[in-house]
């Protein structure tokens, strides 16, 4: 799965714009200010996709190009309306019509032969707008993990296959975390992982607190309040394993003036040895995440304590995954969704998803999803980012800029250099993010008020030789000093042309940026006319 092209009509605040992807690079990085449209465009993707597969209008019209399974794909859609299919087979130059029924397809292993086979979406954001378009495809799921399995042996669907898109909430973290030391191949390298990036060295215990749903089930299992289907074959697994199950009721706060009592269960494994002999049960890491998560859309899980064993360098004692920083926990729930669900012919929809990362981790950020996205050659991932070491090893084909024009239009733009090679100051200052200097605002007001005393025409008042003075000195301090007398001059000609409005404002508009590097190249030619003469 790869993106080529997309328009957009009209959705909020993105207006006839087109975004024209390197189909053939995995990664599409998204920058631009707050409100220039980078999560709306991220939704849009998702509503596509979401209404694809559920054979839905979308809320607004579209044409998208992308690359399938080798094959070219074109859809047209007018807001409200049922889409048009085309298709370009290998090896020809022209799109062809496409029915639907053809373009709905599946091979035998029930894997789209026209669409993603999976779409993932993340949002580190307070607001669950993302999350709701993913809903429609876990209710499907829902409904059929809870059927017993007499009659889901008689599906003919696969449960993947109704729930191609999935949507990463925070719990899915230490689902993720308790599979990572699970036996699988490649586990000695993942576990290497945590100890190296999370100084993680070993699941310690794990205790889930269940509580009586709000549904009412009939024939199912009396001990999980009569659940059903794969919750209940494996809460089964797990109250064999566990250590002494416990019932009590237990307050749940529900708001300020409710705190109802329920009962609840309490399932305790005190070690890997237990938590493996209900893994088991189940023929990978993806089955057995797929468990899990089953006790969390059923509503059965009030709460999952996991401990792990962290290494001496991080205090070497057993802390909960509650205890990880922010930052831990994001690239925990992140890496490890990708590692457990991700299929070929996919597409990664994250949206801010290194915001709590520390600098080393953002610099190796993208290397962290090609360890663990291992189908990435057939793979497309869609990130939206402020940060200029997430991108900075990737080429300008890689990244696309969002930005408003004075008229609130939104403009998407490929940048003028490419971002590897150019280090983050110069990205930072480049037209990714168009700051007019990298130093703290006191700083460069200093640094501006030095250049217009020192390049003033009229000889300096007593105050003002005394202020020019003491910002020598507190600069020279800085280490900020110019000793090469052709930069003098050219700072000099600069503060006599540049206009007042650029000093007054932390991010120049790209008019303002365009102008200013005019200015810079004329005086740069008009010192170089004036060395060669002399």
Known sequence: ??????????????????????????????????????????????????????????????????????????????????????????????????????????????????????????????????????????????????????????????????????????LHGQFALIAFFMKATGGDEDRKFLRDHLQIEGLDSVLFALRRPPWRHSGG??????????????????????????????RIPMDLTKNPSVECLYLFLPDVSALKRVYESYENQYAFFTALESTHISKLLSEARTRVRVSRAAGGRAITYRDLSEGEQQLLLVLGLLKFTAEEESLFLLDEPDTHLNPAWSVQYLGFLDRFIERRESCHMVIATHDPLVFSRLLKSQVRIFRRDD???????????DPRGMGVQAILMSDLFRLRSTLDLDTQHDLDRQRQ?????????????????????????????????????????????EKPEWTKTTELTPEQQREREDLAADIARELAAEQSCE
């Open 1 to 170: 799965m790869r993106l080529d092209e997309l328009w957009i009509d009209e959705f909020k605040n993105l207006r006839n714009i087109t975004v024209d992807f390197d189909e053939e690079s995995p990664y599409t990085v998204l920058v631009g200010e707050n409100g220039s449209g980078k999560s709306n465009f991220i939704e849009a993707l998702a509503w596509i996709f979401r209404s694809l597969d559920l054979e839905e209008p979308t809320p607004f019209s579209y044409e998208i190009k992308y690359r399938c399974r080798g094959v070219d794909v074109r859809v047209k859609a007018a807001k409200g309306s049922a889409p048009e299919f085309w298709e370009k087979p290998t090896g020809t130059t022209a799109y062809e019509g496409l029915p639907k029924s053809k373009f709905m397809s599946v091979d035998d292993d029930e894997r789209p032969n026209y669409r993603p086979a999976f779409v993932f979406g993340y949002y580190s954001g307070p607001s669950d707008r993302l999350a709701s378009l993913f809903e429609r495809h876990r209710e499907r799921f829902y409904r059929l993990i809870i059927q017993p399995q007499a009659r889901r042996a008689t599906q003919t669907v696969h449960s993947n296959a109704l729930r191609r898109l999935f949507y990463a909430q925070t």
């Open 221 to 250: 299992d009396p001990r999980f309040w009569n659940a059903e289907g794969e919750v209940r074959e494996f809460l089964g697994r797990l109250f064999d394993a566990s250590m002494v199950p416990m019932r009590m009721d237990r």
């Open 407 to 417: 008229s609130g239009k939104v403009h998407v733009e490929e940048p003028q250099q």
């Open 453 to 497: 005393l020192s390049s003033k025409q009229q000889p300096l008042t007593s105050a003002e030789k005394a202020e020019l003075q003491s910002l020598n000195t507190n600069l020279c301090h800085l280490g900020l000093t110019s000793r090469d007398p052709l930069y003098d001059l050219f700072l000099k000609k600069w503060s006599e042309r």
